[in-house]
């Protein structure tokens, strides 16, 4: 079987070191790996609508920004499909089909969506929309038969909703034209979350606490120095506790052991760092400074190639329309198979209407 990975983000802002770490780092990888037939990264601008119909601007802005993004931390749009959602109506047709697959119980348990909708204060006004975009979802993944799914794991629920709905189309309609997806976690335990500069559950566009790929350097300074660590952590010579400590969690999604003979050579690793800090003696301002150093390196060839394609704004648009001609293609080939297979193929099946011919011929 064809080996095709599906992801995207939503366009409601620019993306951060959480999308990073969670996803986008992941994805470059499996890119330059070689091993996948198929690549398709989607901008997800149908579902940010869901919950920012009132806003189609901010959407629309920030289009180009997620391009931007993909582009600066390394997807190559000659080996990897990077498309636009709402510009592949196949993807709404199938949705549509879905949602004769899932009861108003099942999407009401979806603890992503439970947890959104209370984050949003949307209480007994949740638009429809907003409330089915797991089924939405799993007609992203299913119409271009992705089988592997690089995300963070606020989204296990929706790749397990999507794995619910494939079984029972398969079998409603005894077929095997939909492929049931996996979900592909980072193997690091710091980036399956990564928590905001303020030490919240999340980093996330709606919370304000984040660290973009596009800030500069001195941005990104700023934030590193007045991030959250340990409150009772108050002087130098106190013992620190690394639990719900921010800046050792970035250390842990961001840390090489080489970056101690570069940066900080009194250490050999980060079991080190954390023996030390944990006794005592060791201040959160070194720890910050290091912390700056390392994400520098990984952050400063991400903006600078994404300075060389600000330049060229007309070729992000003209890489995201023929993505998304790409897309379209793939995605009316499975639409056909799966209106096959559910008997929506009225004009294509000429024993249909020889049948109905000899219904009345009797
Ligand atoms: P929004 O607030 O609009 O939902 P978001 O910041 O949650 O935005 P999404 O576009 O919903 O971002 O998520 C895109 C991808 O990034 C998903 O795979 C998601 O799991 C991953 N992701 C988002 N935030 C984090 C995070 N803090 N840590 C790890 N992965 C994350
Ligand atoms: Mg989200």
Redesign the pocket.
């Known amino acids: 079987m064809a080996k095709t990975i599906l ?4 366009p ?2 620019k ?2 070191i ?2 990073y ?4 780092r992941r994805r470059v990888e499996l890119q330059n790996s070689g091993e996948f037939d198929k690549i398709f990264i989607m901008i ?1 601008d149908a579902q ?1 609508l869901t ?1 920012n119909f009132e806003n189609p601007e901010k959407v629309r802005q920030n289009i180009i920004e997620v391009a931007l993004d993909y582009l600066s931390v390394g997807l190559d749009p000659k080996v990897s499909t990077l498309f636009i959602q709402s510009q592949i109506p196949e993807l709404t047709e199938l949705s549509f089909y879905y949602m004769n697959l899932v009861t108003v119980s099942r999407l009401q348990r979806n603890p992503t969506v439970k947890s ?1 909708i209370q984050m949003r204060n949307f209480e007994a006004s949740i638009p429809v929309g907003f409330f089915t975009y797991p089924i939405s979802q799993a007609a992203d993944i299913t119409l271009f038969k992705g089988n592997v799914v ?6 296990e629920p929706m790749i397990e909703q999507t794995r619910e709905i494939v079984r029972k189309f398969n079998s409603v309609y005894n077929t095997d034209v939909l492929v049931e997806p996996e979900i592909l976690l ?1 193997d690091n335990k710091a ?6 500069t303020d030490g919240k559950a ?6 304000g606490n ?1 660290i973009y790929l596009s800030d500069p350097e001195e941005e990104v300074r700023k934030k590193v120095m007045s991030m959250y660590t340990d409150p009772t952590h108050l002087k130098v010579s106190d013992p620190g506790h690394l639990e719900g400590n921010t800046v050792f969690t970035y250390l842990d999604a961001f840390c090489k052991p080489e970056h101690f003979a570069e940066y900080l050579p009194d250490y050999e690793n980060l079991d080190e760092l954390k023996a030390h800090y944990q006794r005592g003696g060791l201040g959160d301002v070194k720890v910050k400074k290091f912390l700056f150093a390392v994400m520098q390196e990984e952050l400063s060839p991400i903006r600078a190639r994404r300075a060389e394609w600000e330049k060229d704004i007309p070729a992000v648009y003209e890489i995201l329309q023929k993505g998304c001609e790409d897309a379209r293609a793939v995605g009316q080939q499975t639409l056909a198979e799966v209106k096959d297979a559910m008997k929506i193929n009225y004009f294509s099946d000429a024993e249909l209407i020889r049948a109905q011919q000899e219904k009345y011929n009797a």
């Not at 690089?150 to 989204?155: C, L, S």
């Open positions: 992801t995207g983000d939503r409601t802002g993306l951060h959480g999308h770490v969670g996803s986008l997800a940010a919950d959104e690089p995300v963070g794991e606020d989204q980072p980036c399956l979350r990564l928590p905001g999340k980093m996330s566009k709606s919370l984040c």
